[in-house]
């Protein structure tokens, strides 16, 4: 089967920096858009970033100048990036990509989230 499996998150102080891992497994034929998305207590889930497999990158605004998306398609692995950051920032992160399985139609795929806690 095909498997998401992030990694990367932690505690950090205002200010500092973590960068995000997720790695795609499994009988994959190709990966097409990737993205994160984050989720706060008593918020919706919302995109911080994505990325499509030509490389085209879009970010949510508040995090526009401190993160940074890419993605290495040789090792179906996505990054981000995040620097500067704050407490509003403090969610479960969660990867997910649009994968085209050997001898199945593509559908999206969800990794189990990582948690990101900023204090102040």
């Known amino acids: 089967q095909v498997q998401l499996v992030e990694s990367g998150g932690g505690l950090v102080q205002a200010g500092g920096s973590l960068r995000l891992s997720c790695a795609a497994s499994?009988?994959?034929?190709?990966?097409?858009?990737m993205g994160w998305y984050r989720q706060a207590p008593g918020k919706e889930r919302e995109l911080v970033a994505g990325?499509?497999?030509?490389?085209?990158?879009n970010y949510v605004d508040s995090v526009k100048g401190r993160f940074t998306i890419s993605r290495d398609n040789a090792k179906n692995t996505m990054y981000l990036q995040m620097n500067s950051l704050k407490p509003e920032d403090t969610a479960v992160y969660y990867c997910?990509?649009?994968?085209?399985?050997?001898?199945?139609?593509?559908?999206?795929?969800w990794g189990q989230g990582t948690q990101v806690t900023v204090s102040s």
């Open positions: 499994g009988s994959i034929f190709s990966i097409n858009a």
């Open positions: 990325i499509t497999s030509g490389g085209s990158i």
């Open positions: 997910n990509a649009n994968i085209k399985p050997r001898y199945y139609a593509p559908r999206d795929y």
